[in-house]
């Protein structure tokens, strides 16, 4: 397949146009790969998780899909990936628990951009690693989509965890959505029966709740992180906002401030909420969320999540914020 869309490709928006490409890509793979192994990284979001189905309905357990919990995952992550390709979809799914190993490498890394290289580079080898256990594997699948193809001069190095492994060889690629753009991933992920919380999802960075926890990571503040992004999702949903704000999320910076709990001092870590719009994340606009909804979100933060003692929410529009803090 070309890295040129062409230009009389029909959008996909319909349930029927959805099943047609399907059943196009499923003959194409099959040709492809005829009954060898194909090996794909899979993190559960939308990209991978497509490639994924799409790849079980073509080859069944000839595809070995790897998912690495680097740690930097969000709450109940990990858990609905299993659930839903090793439970639901019997695939051929390897689960490694690599929480330990990512963050003693991140300790006391606080450089934004080292953090993601590290986190990065790290991933790439526990897959290589992987790769090396498993005989046979002659393909590697990836998720890559259009605008991967066409993005351009970032801000920062988005190089997404799920980078090429530079010393297995391979002998080809996988990339059944390279010609898609997002909208249509979620249609064809819908029609292959994804559930709506794993097609719906809003963008994820790959480095994860590590751009979150700003500075150096340590577990207990990350764990501040996870606990109020889940508050926050849960809150948004409950409040019909899904789906409807292009990003939300909190993030818990590396400094403390005095405040007052239960009639005594405390010395806890605020939690910054960032929910914003956007067309295309290079400028985003801030969400007018109701107060009444501001309010119990932050009770129930510093209500439930430890070592939290404050919430702020973040006005600043892109420029000259970006979206993510770090
Ligand atoms: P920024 O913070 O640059 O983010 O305004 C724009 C969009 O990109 C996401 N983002 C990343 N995605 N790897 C990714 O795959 C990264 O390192 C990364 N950094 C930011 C961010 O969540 C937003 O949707």
Redesign the pocket.
């Given at each position: 397949m070309a890295d040129v869309r062409p230009e009389s490709m029909e959008r996909i928006t319909t349930p029927e146009l959805a099943r047609k490409f399907i059943d196009e890509q499923l003959a194409a793979v099959k040709e492809q790969v005829g009954d060898k192994k194909v090996l794909l990284a899979l993190s559960g979001g939308v990209d991978s998780s497509v490639v994924a189905a799409l790849l079980i309905k073509a080859i069944g357990k000839n595809l070995v899909c790897v998912h690495v919990n680097h740690g930097l995952l969000r709450k109940g992550e990990p858990e609905q990936v299993i659930e839903v390709f090793r439970n639901q979809m019997d695939a051929n799914l390897i689960y490694v628990d690599a929480v330990d190993r990512f963050l003693d490498k991140l300790a006391g890394v606080s450089e934004p951009e080292k953090k993601?290289k590290i986190?990065?580079e790290e991933f790439i080898r526990v897959f290589e690693e992987e790769a090396r256990k498993l005989e046979n594997v002659d393909f590697l699948a990836q998720g890559t989509i259009y605008p991967d193809i066409l993005e351009s001069g970032?801000?920062?190095?988005?190089?997404?965890?799920g980078g090429l492994p530079e010393d297995i060889h391979f002998e080809g690629l996988v990339e059944p959505i390279k010609l898609l753009f997002k909208d249509e991933v979620r249609v064809i992920g819908r029609e292959l029966g994804l559930p709506s919380n794993m097609v719906d999802r809003?963008?994820?960075?790959?480095?994860g709740l590590g751009?979150r926890c700003t500075g150096a990571i340590t577990r207990d503040r990350l764990e501040a992180l996870r606990e109020s992004d889940a508050i926050l999702r849960e809150e948004f949903a409950k409040a019909g906002l899904e789906g409807k704000v292009?990003?939300y999320?909190t993030i818990v910076p590396d400094y403390k401030s005095v405040g007052v709990k239960g009639g005594f001092r405390s010395f806890e870590w605020p939690c910054i909420i960032r929910a914003v719009n956007?067309r295309d994340?290079?400028t985003?606009t801030i969400e007018e969320i109701p107060y009444e909804l501001l309010g119990r979100i932050v009770a129930r933060i510093t209500g439930e999540v430890k070592g939290i003692n404050r919430v702020l929410y973040d006005l600043t529009p892109?420029p000259t914020?970006?979206?993510?803090?770090?």
């Open positions: 993601r986190i990065g970032p801000v920062k190095a988005h190089h997404n965890v809003q963008p994820f960075p790959g480095p751009v292009w990003q999320f956007t994340a290079m985003a892109k914020g970006t979206i993510e803090w770090e």
